[in-house]
């Protein structure tokens, strides 16, 4: 296993902190003209954004109404799925020196379609619970839930209260409230999480059965929930089987998929090296 120093080296020369935070841009549409402008050139202010700087023709403090603002152009930058593989890898206040600045960046992007702000603060959510942080964790479940008013409480704030839940609650009562949360009527996302924290708690409480039924239901009921997700629970699942001769080759078949799931995070690599032990 990585040390702490270790890994965030690697993954600082894997993927810089915040290397394609330029490359997600508000798109402003209106009169026949569409233009541009990085979201980090934007300052939220009541109805409008306020330009920082001169730049792809807009005017350093030009005001722009909210309203004209079409989407958010650009892919996922690749830190937030390593967030979320630290998160699931139970290093989620690593997780959070990369997910905090990149919320606090993309904010003003908050509730316009295509935006990256609402995925990395909801896993933001899903830190902060594990780490025992209530304030943060009401106050961003609150954020992300005002950002789209029309669809009312966003469903990570449950999550979020469940993993809040003190050390003193019993096991079954924290299996039962995660339970409650696999779904078809949650969010696929949700229901993923859910499932995965109620199968690393039985992993460790050596239930070994039902944790590999709670870690293979995310990629065969919840795939949609994410690809890191889907791969982290597979390398998991497979280091359940790994250890039964009669299972292992459905063992390299989970952590082959598991480094596909997962590429680009520091879980790949990991299950890339449980794979070449297989062999």
């Known amino acids: 296993m990585f040390s702490r120093a270790l890994l965030l080296a690697s993954f600082s020369l894997l993927i810089p902190p915040f290397a394609h935070a330029d490359e997600l841009r508000v798109v402003f549409e209106g009169a ?26 807009f005017n350093a403090n030009q005001i722009l109404p909210k ?32 997910l905090e600045p990149f919320v606090e960046q993309q904010r003003p992007s908050a509730g316009l379609i295509g935006n990256q702000w609402e995925g990395a603060a909801r896993a933001a959510v899903v830190a902060y619970g594990l780490t025992g942080n209530t304030d943060k964790c009401n106050a961003l479940g609150k954020e992300i839930s005002d950002s789209t008013p029309e669809q009312g409480n ?9 993993l809040l839940l003190p050390f003193s609650t019993p096991l079954e009562d924290r299996l ?29 409480a050596k239930r070994s059965p039902e944790a590999l039924e709670a870690y293979l239901l995310i ?17 998991n699942a497979a280091e359940i089987l790994a250890p039964q001769p009669a299972r292992r080759e459905e063992a390299v078949a989970l952590l082959t998929s598991a480094v596909s799931y997962a590429q680009a995070t520091s879980a790949a690599a990991e299950a890339e090296k449980r794979l070449k032990s297989l062999k």
Do not use: H, W
């Open 67 to 98: 309203a004209a603002a079409s989407y958010v152009q650009g892919e996922k930058p690749a830190l937030v799925d390593e967030a979320i593989s630290l998160i699931l890898t139970e290093r989620p206040l690593d997780a959070l020196k990369l």
């Open 32 to 57: 026949g003209v569409s233009r541009s402008t990085p979201v980090t050139n934007l300052t939220p202010q009541g109805t409008t954004f306020i330009v920082k700087t001169a730049a792809d023709g």
């Open 154 to 162: 966003d469903p990570i704030i449950s999550l979020g209260r469940i």
């Open 219 to 235: 990629p065969c009921a919840y795939p949609t929930g994410g690809r890191v997700l889907n791969g982290i629970a597979e390398m």
């Open 176 to 204: 039962n409230a995660l339970a409650s949360l696999v779904s078809e009527n949650s969010a696929a996302e949700v229901s993923a999480y859910a499932s995965f924290f109620r199968a690393l708690r039985l992993q460790k």
